[in-house]
């Protein structure tokens, strides 16, 4: 595809606005760098207004950098759709079932690929699982929402259900190190591992100046670096995703005696793109600087229409 003239989706009305309004501004000014003439779309919740505004700024392709509910779950994708123009990243099909934690973890299940024991739980329902657990919203990003609840935590968020809906997903929490893969249409760009004081990847870690430091390549036996790569591509095909998706998982080197293990924890179809992001970082260290790598996502943008 030729484009050039792109849109960039950016704020929208999630709890993840302002991490996109930040993805916005640097897709922007990466694009530009690359030559495309650029219109920045500061999206509420108003899908008229949307409609509107890309109406009037009539692009070839639109660059979406949403994050979370309405943004990254098939909502927008389903407008686009509507109006025939090319996205980046995944469809509506396989945005829907990707942000869906519970419905993505069947998909995986069902491909083959690991994942932590767990289930859907409603409020008042006892967890499946013993302690330590983690327990999750079923439709957030950026781990917003996420509890680890340890063997002498004090907090227990079944019990006071600081959620908004009435289902969470839990899951056993699984020990040792935390991995990230790029995925860039047919091929799992590098493995890379995050480590925090926060204790877990959580919101702050993801975003803050120094919240977490990335080591890449990640330091793993060449086998579990290959293992990664296929379990995030086999992910990221199971769901039906196209474009650029990033899959977390968890490698448990914490057993005497025992091979690690790689958990598949999820898949995140519209990665951040700031400057603490993690898919720039793998991809830089390939050889694809920022510009060159917005400039794939636009020119193997697509539309289910």
Same mark, same amino acid.
């Given at each position: ?24 501004? /640097?897709?922007?000014? @990466?694009?530009?760098?690359? %030559? ?19 109406r009037e700024s009539r692009p070839d392709v639109v660059f979406n950098a949403l994050h979370g509910r309405f943004g990254e779950d098939g909502c927008v994708q389903g407008i686009l759709n509507l109006l025939g123009v090319p996205y980046t990243h995944?469809? &509506? ?8 934690? /519970? ?5 995986? /299940? ?6 932590? *024991? ?28 996420? +509890?680890?609840? +340890? ?10 259900? $600081? ?18 893969? @790029? ?13 925090? *004081? ?11 100046? !120094? !919240?977490?430091? +990335?080591?890449? $390549?990640?330091?793993? #036996?060449?086998?579990?670096? @290959? ?29 005497? !005696? ?5 958990? &598949? ?14 898919? #720039? ?5 390939? %050889? ?18």
């Amino acid at each position: 595809m030729s484009a050039t003239r792109v849109s960039v989706l950016m704020g929208g009305a999630s709890s993840e606005r302002e991490v996109s309004l930040r993805s916005g501004q /640097a897709v922007g000014a @990466a694009l530009e760098q690359a %030559g495309y003439t650029v219109t920045l779309v500061e999206c509420g919740h108003d899908p008229v207004t949307l409609i509107r505004d890309l109406r009037e700024s009539r692009p070839d392709v639109v660059f979406n950098a949403l994050h979370g509910r309405f943004g990254e779950d098939g909502c927008v994708q389903g407008i686009l759709n509507l109006l025939g123009v090319p996205y980046t990243h995944s469809g &509506l099909l396989a945005s829907a079932a990707a942000m869906d934690k /519970a419905f993505a973890r069947r998909v995986f /299940a069902a491909a083959g690929l690991p994942v932590a *024991e767990g289930q859907v739980v409603h409020r008042g329902e006892a967890p499946p699982v013993p302690r330590p657990y983690v327990v999750k919203p079923l439709n957030e990003g950026s781990s917003v929402g996420v +509890h680890i609840v +340890h063997q002498n935590s004090n907090n227990d968020p079944l019990a006071d259900w $600081p959620f908004m809906g009435d289902e969470v997903l839990v899951e056993a929490f699984i020990p040792g190190r935390e991995l990230t893969v @790029a995925v860039m249409g047919d091929r799992a760009l590098g493995v890379l591992e995050i480590t925090s *004081e926060h204790g877990f990847y959580d919101y702050d870690a993801k975003y803050a100046p !120094g !919240g977490s430091r +990335h080591i890449m $390549p990640a330091p793993l #036996p060449p086998e579990d670096t @290959a293992e990664a790569g296929r379990l995030a591509l086999a992910a990221h095909r199971a769901l039906g995703c196209r474009g650029v998706s990033r899959a977390d998982l968890r490698y448990d080197d914490t057993r005497p !005696g025992e091979a690690p293990r790689l958990v &598949l924890l999820e898949v995140n179809t519209q990665p951040g793109m700031t400057a603490t992001s993690l898919v #720039p970082d793998i991809a830089a260290h390939v %050889g694809i600087s920022f510009p060159e790598l917005v400039r794939w996502m636009v020119e193997n943008a697509q539309c289910d229409a």
